[in-house]
């Protein structure tokens, strides 16, 4: 079974440009959420989907931050402009319905921005 | 507002002692709490999930507790080995699915 596929793994990127990171979730899971995880804060949930709809957005920290769920097995997270400070790994999660249930992570992309 | 927090120190203990780790949670009554391994590079993998009407839950050589009257949860590795060295972090959920993560603690296991 295919697990979260996150891309790309790596990017690097000057500060001003726009960043897009992608994400495939697990096939049948209808949640999709998107962290950001850095050293000092730990993992922190920025947006997660149901049914492809955004529920919860309140952890997008600016409006350079957006996230689209176009269809159930493709989401983007896109920044624009970039700055130094975005700098992190995100991370992708898909799951099943449940708030009990496991979240299944992707291997994150590490994004450094100059 | 709620808080998980982990002891962010690392944890060096000998191969085939006992691993111990702490969860502690403030301002919020969880009625659950899940814990992840994360290893360098990777995403977190789900270990184990306990409810809060239950007092301990295992899976091979893992336990993990649960006391609501000190807002705490520990994470037992019996018999540790090498390859458990990684980072384990707890979680729990917010609301419906506003999920929570402590920053971890990073277990190193000595050969």
């Known amino acids: 079974d295919a697990g979260v596929i996150q891309s790309p793994r790596h990017e690097v990127t000057e500060m001003g440009q726009e960043v897009t990171l992608r994400c495939k979730p697990i096939?049948?899971?209808?949640?999709l959420f998107w962290y950001r995880q850095t050293m000092m804060r730990g993992l922190e949930l920025l947006i997660y989907?149901?049914?492809?709809?955004?529920?919860?957005d309140s952890g997008m920290p600016e409006d350079r931050f957006s996230a689209k769920m176009p269809n159930a097995s493709f989401s983007t997270l896109k920044i624009q402009p970039s700055e130094p400070r975005d700098s992190a790994v995100y991370f992708c999660?898909?799951?099943?319905?449940?708030?009990?249930?496991?979240?299944?992570f992707g291997d994150g992309t590490r994004l450094s921005i100059l | 507002s709620q808080k998980i927090e982990q002891n962010s120190e690392a944890l060096n203990i000998q191969e085939g002692k006992t691993a111990t780790l702490t969860c502690n949670y403030t301002?919020?009554?969880?009625?659950?709490l899940q814990w992840y391994r994360q290893d360098p590079g990777r995403g977190p993998v789900f270990l184990l999930l306990?409810?809060?009407?239950?007092k301990e839950k295992r899976k091979e050589r893992l336990k993990v507790t649960f006391d609501t009257t000190l807002k705490q949860s520990l994470f037992h590795i019996t018999a540790s080995q090498p390859a458990d060295s990684a980072t384990y972090l707890c979680?729990?959920?917010?609301?419906?699915?506003?999920?929570?993560f402590g920053t971890g603690t990073r277990l190193k296991v000595l050969a």
């Open positions: 096939s049948g899971h209808d949640y």
């Open positions: 301002n919020y009554s969880p009625a659950y």
């Open positions: 989907f149901n049914n492809n709809v955004p529920i919860d």
């Open positions: 979680a729990t959920v917010s609301g419906t699915y506003k999920y929570i």
């Open positions: 999660a898909s799951s099943f319905s449940g708030s009990n249930q496991p979240q299944h």
């Open positions: 306990i409810r809060e009407n239950e």
